[in-house]
């Protein structure tokens, strides 16, 4: 049963690009969950999506967004990157039962490095 | 809003017992998850209280008092192994997405 898989695990830009990072859910998971993590810091919610749609944000601009395909799995894109936006990005999913919390399950992360 | 804090950095023996303390302060609070995670690894799920109380599970307990915004995680007879960042996690809204504080850095020696 593979769990929540992350690519790329690595990934150098410079200063303007763009990026994408994708994220398959743990199998039988609905929900996907982008946060954004930097060095000595704990996760930064980025959003989640549900059912395709963004179902909520966290506090970032809106140069960062993203997408959810019929087959659950998701992307991240982060456009105009600036050098802060170095850091870890992890990808979690769950499955969401009715008002029922599950607890979410993290990949491996893909470490974006801005130069 | 939300504002979580947990200490820094624990250091603790091989063998011994130790407390991991997190005070929140979270609107539309509905749980609190404990997350650990090793150095370049993503986190593991450890906990989530929604009543008060302590909830025990093998080694690790965690203990939830809404009332005082308050939470522990309990880590009995320390291993090398359980060296790693702890993080506090309450979570809020329907959707239930935990927010993360800065984690304590645990560090077992012989």
């Known amino acids: 049963d593979a769990g929540v898989t992350q690519s790329p695990t690595h990934l150098i830009k410079t200063r303007g690009q763009q990026v994408t990072l994708r994220c398959s859910p743990k199998s039988g998971h609905d929900t996907v969950s982008w946060y954004q993590q930097a060095l000595g810091q704990g996760p930064q919610f980025i959003f989640q999506y549900y059912e395709e749609e963004e179902r909520q944000r966290g506090n970032f601009p809106d140069r960062f967004s993203g997408h959810q395909f019929p087959n659950y799995s998701s992307e991240l894109n982060v456009n105009a990157l600036l050098l802060g936006d170095s850091a870890l990005y992890l990808c979690?999913?769950?499955?969401?039962?009715?008002?029922?919390?599950?607890?979410?399950?993290f990949g491996d992360g893909t470490r974006l490095s801005i130069l | 809003g939300q504002n979580i804090d947990q200490p820094t950095e624990m250091t603790a023996t091989e063998g011994a017992i130790v407390q991991i303390n997190c005070t929140y302060q979270t609107s539309g609070f509905n749980g609190l998850f404990w997350y650990q995670q090793h150095a370049g690894e993503a986190p593991t799920f450890l906990s989530y209280n929604v009543l008060d109380g302590l909830e025990e599970k093998g080694r690790f307990s965690s203990f939830l008092s809404r009332s005082k915004g308050y939470s522990y995680l309990l880590l009995k007879e320390l291993q090398m192994k359980d060296s790693a960042s702890y993080l506090c996690?309450?979570?809020?809204?329907?959707?239930?997405?935990?927010?993360f504080g800065r984690g304590t850095s645990l560090i077992v020696h012989p």
């Open positions: 996690a309450p979570s809020s809204g329907g959707s239930y997405i935990p927010t």
């Open positions: 979690a999913s769950s499955f969401q039962t009715g008002g029922n919390n599950q607890p979410q399950h």
